[in-house]
Nanobody, 122 residues
């Protein structure tokens, strides 16, 4: 079992930056691939980015490529999502999620955090 807690969300103006954190506790965090998924009001959850358990492989949604960076510090049991050049359409609840595998591209994660709100004003 892995418990995930997101933090770092908030209100920011368009063009601004935020860094989200996903802190994990429980089983060996370095065994898990981790993803960030977001859900905008009235929309389904959407993939944002994923990172392999070693941190050497990342994949991004086209909509955030070049603006967002996912990284991890396994010694601190934490995954980060650095978000730059934010746009109003990035407004959503952001969730981190984990799956006990080397790398994973999908939405069927086993463990989910409670989410953190990101609001980008125009």
């Amino acid at each position: 079992q892995v418990q995930l807690v997101e933090s770092g969300g908030g209100l920011v103006q368009a063009g601004g930056s935020l860094r989200l954190s996903c802190a994990a506790s429980g089983r060996t965090f370095s065994n898990y691939a981790v993803g960030w998924i977001r859900q905008a009001p009235g929309k389904e959850r959407a993939f944002v980015a994923t990172i392999s358990r070693s941190g050497d492989s990342t994949v991004y949604a086209d909509s955030v490529k070049g603006r967002f960076t996912i990284s991890r510090d396994n010694a601190r049991n934490t995954v980060y999502l650095e978000m730059n050049a934010l746009r109003p359409e990035d407004t959503a609840v952001y969730y981190c999620a984990a799956k006990e595998t080397a790398a994973y591209l999908g939405m069927n994660y086993n463990y989910w955090g409670q989410g953190t709100q990101v609001t980008v004003s125009s």
